[in-house]
């Protein structure tokens, strides 16, 4: 761009973070993507470079399978996780991967915690639409997240109508977070399960909203900041459903206090993720301060 308006570049400094940016919510382009991808490999590549380009340095990502089964079976859930596990092999300094798991297998799914946390590092456990959150079929995997002390990631919405069978809405998660007072939650969709779902679970200290979902609507994340304090609430994008890059602008163009926006971009999400993922915390000027050490075998850290 010429002449009377801002260059490219200056435009894009305007939308870059003040600080190291990790997006909470993010699944490979296998699942949800505009084209098809070949390889794990191509699909970190394409993935870690649209959020890169947006000025985010760090992802969460979980697979659904690429079927997207809402209802999948193990063999199905196993595979989406080793494929989440290849995206963090081809760029183990972007991809912090999360176990998907399925509460219609109770104890596999514990089983598959254990594999997923004890054996290969992931950092947390994320629950679909395969049952409602205040279903108590979802008890042994939340034990298993209590025991590795790892943030579980439950999709929830607000829909007046359309909603699934099993969809959790937002009382369903604060039902859950009752019951496991010890497992830090993060509900998903902001935009989702908007202000009443931020009032829903306003008094359950345990449970945190990513940013992620629906229409860009003006003010919800300065709402949900003011209701519960930028200190439970985490940018997620949704990408690649949603670009990383709009989906930034709405915390960016929030009207944060620094240290509000740093929270809601970063420190939260390291105070949340075990020492393992690597996820450190910021210095003063906003960068990421070394990798932490690798964890010790089987260290249980209950924030
Ligand atoms: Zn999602």
């Known amino acids: 761009m010429t002449g009377r308006g801002a260059s490219l570049e200056s435009l894009r400094q305007r939308i870059e973070p003040p600080?190291?940016?990790?997006?909470?919510?993010?699944?490979?382009?296998?699942?949800?993507?505009?084209?098809?991808?070949?390889?794990?490999?191509?699909?970190?590549?394409?993935?870690a470079a649209a959020a890169r380009r947006a000025g985010i340095s760090r992802m969460v990502v979980f697979s659904l399978h690429h079927t997207c089964a809402r209802q999948p079976d193990m063999a199905q859930i196993r595979e989406a996780n080793d494929y989440a596990l290849r995206l963090r092999d081809a760029?183990?300094?972007?991809?912090?991967?999360?176990?998907?798991?399925?509460?219609?297998?109770?104890q596999e799914g514990a089983q598959e915690v254990e594999r997923c946390i004890g054996r290969e590092r992931m950092a947390g456990?994320?629950?679909?639409?395969a049952r409602r959150a205040s279903d108590t079929a979802l008890d042994p995997i939340m034990l298993q997240a209590e025991r590795w002390?790892?943030?579980?990631?439950?999709?929830?919405?607000?829909?007046?109508?359309?909603?699934?069978?099993?969809?959790s809405y937002p009382d369903d998660v604060?039902?859950?977070a009752n019951r496991f007072p010890r497992v830090r939650i993060v509900m998903?969709?902001?935009?989702?399960?908007?202000?009443?779902?931020?009032?829903?679970?306003?008094?359950?200290?345990?449970?945190w909203i990513d940013t992620s979902g629906g229409d860009p609507q003006a003010g919800i994340v300065a709402y949900a900041v003011e209701r519960l304090g930028s200190g439970r609430i985490l940018f997620g994008s949704d990408a690649p459903l949603r670009h990383p890059a709009v989906m930034l602008s709405k915390a960016l163009a929030a009207g944060l206090e620094r240290q509000g926006l740093r929270d809601v971009l970063w420190?939260?999400?390291?105070?949340?993720?075990?020492?393992?993922?690597?996820?450190?915390?910021?210095?003063e000027a906003g960068s990421r301060r070394p990798a932490n050490p690798p964890a010790r075998e089987g260290r249980i850290d209950q924030g």
Not at 29 to 46: I, K, N, Q, R, Y
Not at 149 to 167: D, I
Not at 267 to 283: F, I, K, M, T, Y
């Open 19 to 47: 600080c190291a940016a990790l997006d909470f919510h993010t699944h490979p382009l296998a699942d949800f993507g505009p084209c098809p991808v070949s390889t794990p490999a191509e699909d970190a590549g394409l993935l």
């Open 91 to 106: 760029q183990p300094e972007v991809f912090v991967p999360f176990c998907y798991v399925s509460p219609c297998f109770p």
């Open 125 to 129: 456990v994320k629950l679909w639409v």
């Open 149 to 167: 002390g790892v943030p579980v990631l439950q999709h929830a919405w607000n829909k007046t109508v359309g909603q699934l069978a099993n969809e």
């Open 174 to 176: 604060a039902d859950l």
């Open 188 to 207: 998903a969709h902001l935009n989702g399960v908007n202000p009443r779902g931020v009032e829903t679970v306003r008094s359950c200290p345990n449970v």
């Open 267 to 283: 420190s939260n999400a390291a105070r949340l993720l075990p020492d393992w993922s690597g996820v450190a915390a910021l210095d």
